[in-house]
């Protein structure tokens, strides 16, 4: 059974950093591409970065230079540092995973910008 466990998540001030972190169930883990996205109050859940299985990354403009991922296949773990966390950058963040037969996410953990 896959799942993923996402925590990390809570409340700081604007400027201010969290990592959040991602435990994933899933036997093929190494080779698979993983994603965070996240889900602001009152809208659409939105992709905030991947990470490929040859290493590569990427990420949406708007958290490009203060978000990093990185993936630990060792632990099985997925991690979103964010820096630099702005007013707009309240969300439910998930973890996401595409298997060849379905998707996968996880719960979610809230993150709070205020001062």
């Known amino acids: 059974q896959v799942q993923l466990v996402e925590s990390g998540g809570g409340l700081v001030q604007p400027g201010g950093s969290l990592r959040l972190s991602c435990a994933v169930s899933?036997?093929?883990?190494?080779?698979?591409?993983m994603a965070w996205y996240r889900q602001p109050p009152g809208k659409g859940r939105v992709w905030v970065a991947s990470?490929?299985?040859?290493?590569?990354?990427k990420y949406a403009d708007f958290v490009k230079g203060r978000f990093t991922i990185s993936k630990d296949n060792a632990k099985n773990m997925v991690y979103l540092e964010m820096n630099s966390l702005k007013p707009e950058d309240p969300a439910v963040y998930y973890c996401?995973?595409?298997?060849?037969?379905?998707?996968?996410w996880g719960q979610g953990t809230q993150v709070t910008v205020s001062s």
């Open positions: 899933l036997s093929s883990f190494n080779i698979r591409p």
């Open positions: 990470f490929f299985s040859g290493g590569g990354t």
């Open positions: 996401y995973v595409a298997t060849g037969s379905r998707d996968y």
